[in-house]
């Protein structure tokens, strides 16, 4: 566990310089604003390790899928977040020799700060460079959310023991490649370099899938202070094109760059006319400056964090670790194109392809429903009914009929694109997430509406999945789900693992009550769906007759469900037990020796009693946590959010408090050794998920909202905010009290530890 970052309540702070340390820091200082991100590169040339990244939303390569044989209807790419062309590089040279932190002979002061509630990334230092001239510089950088096509930089000199020449080159490159690649293809191709009355563009598109982008920029130069008047010279190749400035500055002076660069692309404009946007777009940003731009930055995110922010008082770690994921979220997705989904790994990084997986239903969605406007919501699960065709064509290719859907696993435009097969083929729980979503959405939004305009083909497409994918067992007299991998991942190709087919069930069960729903009070749109899936009654009698008679794998000697048949055929042997030199499991032990070993990657059995809570009793829940949670590794980042929120509801709070510092600190701490490869960026939903569920004990109980509020000893008060059915709820929770303050004009309902409180607007109510 790495803890170099300085705890701090609203920034993300490092002090010291530390090249083992770089590639850790790009990812963990990544900046976004839903239309495009990058790690924190350096601007200036660095020649030691390093991750260079700069991502565009919705832009990816199909790459082809590097398997050793061939399988049927396996995917023939696994899509790439792609490293777009740079905007943000500024090559700079001090009495001619380059300024390189890696080849420095001295580097003091140094200290990046990442401003969460401002939304800007700064580092500052004081250098030697091998000539002998000593410099302070200071780098300001944020991605715009007003003007979300363009990023801002100063870059800021100051000779520190004598006058200095000063050369800036600000350049753009479309000559980069991906860190994440299978067979090195080129994924660019440039076709057009241009520098014109200051202003520079590089026209390149995606191979295969011919997106069409404009990487630009333009630069003014200040000293002191004050604009200079200064023509560069334009320096041109095939894939880059650079301005160059050169000036004296005095010791004690200060010269800045102001460079606005970004993407034009053609998912938002005509193809032919992104030059043209991309010079609407600077001289926007020109028009405003960098100063001003800056204060609507800090504007907008103060807006943004007026709805979404938690506050802890006490406890500094905790509170810089929920703002941290805070910020992060919103970071990679606003919810104002319906077109774009949530990455695992946001703008931070490559790892996993695609933009989105069931992390999104599952994780991200509570927290965009309660933060936003419901309709930020509402556009994640239309996602998912515009790829419903796709989902169909999944299915199709596994040898599934008659509209069976099937989701991707991972996906970029709703074709599977994940290219190991015991989770492209077998991790199929990920359809159940989707019907979740639709559930969870209606249950805490109130609307119904998307279930008749969208959702009911989608729940239709699902359970005849769920139909055909169970087979009937003679020897059981059940219908059971063989060849499958669980959310464990530390378990492949299982027969009747207890989630799947839990969900299944689920998943039938209420395609057919909303089926009945919607006939009822939605004649139309039921006259609609039913003529365009062709659904007759004799299929849904079929699939009651799957759903009512489900195999649930259960041990009556221990008296839990189990995770899979054969489960009690392991050893048994206790995560404690495991030497720490062994963790991970999953970077120290062979493939072969995880599957046969009892460990879990994140809560599996569990996550079906976080899902359907309202099905089990406590004692219950309890009895499975105190089986599963033993041998649980929480090896996947989404593995102790869950825990959190259970553990609290057992009213474990020492151990529901560590676990959320896990989940809040994942990556800032470094817990699974892997954070160079960028965030973890859908389960820190599930950070947010352990506050507001786990400790607010928050639900939705006959159609009211209820909580349960718990606070961990460390903690003096936290507090937080929902939108309920666009009524704004202000809840805190103290050692000895709960406060609430509704916004609105009508009282509010609701329940606190099972008892019914009436909340005034505008009125504090202490209970």
């Not at 020799?97 to 969460?116: G, P, Y």
């Not at 693992?497 to 749109?525: H, M, P, R, S």
């Not at 406590?618 to 946590?625: G, Q, S």
Request: hydrophobic letters at 35%.
């Amino acid at each position: 566990m790495q803890e170099y970052i300085k705890a701090d309540p609203w920034s993300i702070i490092e002090e010291g310089f530390d090249k083992e340390l770089v590639k850790s820091s790009e990812s963990i200082f990544s900046i976004g604003n839903g239309a495009m991100g990058q790690r924190a590169n350096f601007e200036e040339q660095y020649s030691g390790e390093t991750f260079q990244g700069s991502y565009i939303a919705g832009v990816y390569y199909p790459d082809k899928t590097r398997v050793g044989w061939w399988k049927n209807g396996y995917p023939e790419y696994f899509a790439k977040v792609l490293n777009a062309p740079s905007w943000i590089g500024i090559d700079v040279y001090i009495n001619g020799e380059a300024l390189d932190l890696n080849t420095c002979k001295k580097v003091d002061r140094f200290s990046r700060e990442l401003n969460m509630k401002e939304g800007w990334y700064r580092r500052v230092f004081t250098a030697v460079l091998p000539n002998g001239t000593q410099v302070s510089v200071k780098v300001t950088r944020f991605l715009s959310l007003d003007l979300d096509e363009v990023g801002a930089i100063n870059y800021e000199i100051t000779p520190e023991n004598a006058d200095a020449e000063i050369k800036f080159l600000p350049y753009l490159d479309s000559g980069i490649t991906n860190e994440d690649s299978n067979w090195d293809d080129k994924f660019w191709n440039t076709t057009s370099v241009k520098s014109e009355a200051g202003q520079a563009f590089i026209e390149a598109h995606t191979m295969k899938t011919h997106f069409e982008t404009c990487t630009f920029m333009e630069n003014r130069l200040f000293l002191n202070g004050q604009a200079l008047i200064a023509k560069p010279a334009e320096h041109t190749a095939d894939m880059r094109v650079a301005h160059e400035y050169v000036q004296t500055a005095k010791q004690g002076e200060t010269l800045s760059l102001h460079k606005f660069g970004g993407y034009t692309v053609s998912r938002n404009h005509q193809a032919s006319a992104l030059v043209e946007a991309s010079r609407t777009a600077l001289g926007k940003a020109f028009e405003l400056g960098f100063d001003t731009l800056l204060e609507k930055q800090k504007q907008a995110w103060a807006k943004i964090w007026e709805m979404s922010d938690i506050t802890i008082e006490g406890d500094i770690k905790a509170q810089q670790g929920i703002r941290f994921n805070i910020f992060q979220l919103n970071q990679t997705y606003l919810g104002k194109d319906s077109r774009l989904n949530i990455g695992p790994k946001g703008f931070t990084g490559e790892k996993y392809g695609g933009s989105t997986y069931w992390d999104t239903e599952a994780y991200c969605i509570p927290f965009y429903m309660a933060t936003k406007d419901q309709n930020v919501a509402r556009s994640l699960l239309k996602y998912r009914y515009n790829h419903l065709e796709k989902a169909i064509e999944n299915a199709q290719k596994l040898g599934f009929s008659n509209g069976a859907a099937l989701y991707p696993m991972v996906t970029m435009n709703g074709e599977e694109c994940h290219n190991e097969w015991e989770i492209t083929f077998e991790e199929i729980h990920r359809n159940g997430a989707i019907a979740f979503a639709i559930y969870n959405y209606y249950r805490f939004t109130g609307d119904y509406s998307y279930i008749p305009e969208m959702g009911l083909e989608v729940l239709i497409g699902i359970a005849r999945f769920w139909h055909q994918r169970a087979s009937f067992s003679t020897a059981k007299n059940k219908y059971v789900i063989l060849g499958v991998t669980g959310p464990n991942e530390y378990e492949n190709n299982v027969n009747n693992n207890w989630y799947t087919n839990y969900l299944a069930k689920w998943c039938i069960d209420f395609a057919v009550e909303q089926l009945q729903k919607v006939e009822d009070g939605y004649n139309d749109d039921y006259r609609r769906v039913i003529g365009k899936t062709k659904l007759t009654d004799s299929e849904v009698s079929q699939w009651k007759k799957v759903a009512g008679n489900m195999y649930f794998p259960y041990s009556e000697e221990k008296g839990v469900f189990l995770q899979q048949d054969g489960f009690l055929d392991k050893e048994l042997i206790t995560v404690d037990q495991l030497p720490k030199n062994q963790r991970p499991i999953n970077q120290k032990w062979s493939w072969d020796r995880i599957l046969r070993s009892p460990y879990i990657k994140q809560a599996d059995v569990l996550q079906g009693f976080y899902f359907f809570e309202d099905h089990f009793t406590e004692e219950e829940l309890e009895k499975h946590f105190d089986f599963y949670e033993p041998f649980t590794v929480h090896e996947s980042s989404l593995s102790p959010c869950v825990h959190s929120i259970q553990a609290a509801k057992l009213n474990r709070m020492q151990q529901a408090y560590m676990f959320y510092l896990r989940t809040s600190r994942l990556d800032l701490d470094d817990y699974n050794k892997e954070v160079e490869e960028g965030l973890h960026i859908t389960s820190m939903a599930g950070t947010w998920m352990s506050i507001v569920e786990g400790f607010g004990g928050m639900r939705i109980v006959d159609d009211k909202l209820s909580f349960e509020p718990k606070i961990p000893e460390q903690w003096e008060a936290y507090s937080f905010k929902i939108n309920f059915r666009n009524r704004i709820l202000k809840v805190t929770v103290k050692k000895n009290s709960t406060e609430f303050l509704l916004n609105g004009q009508d009282d509010m309902s609701i329940r606190l530890n099972g008892e019914r409180v009436v909340l005034k607007p505008n009125k504090l109510k202490v209970v």
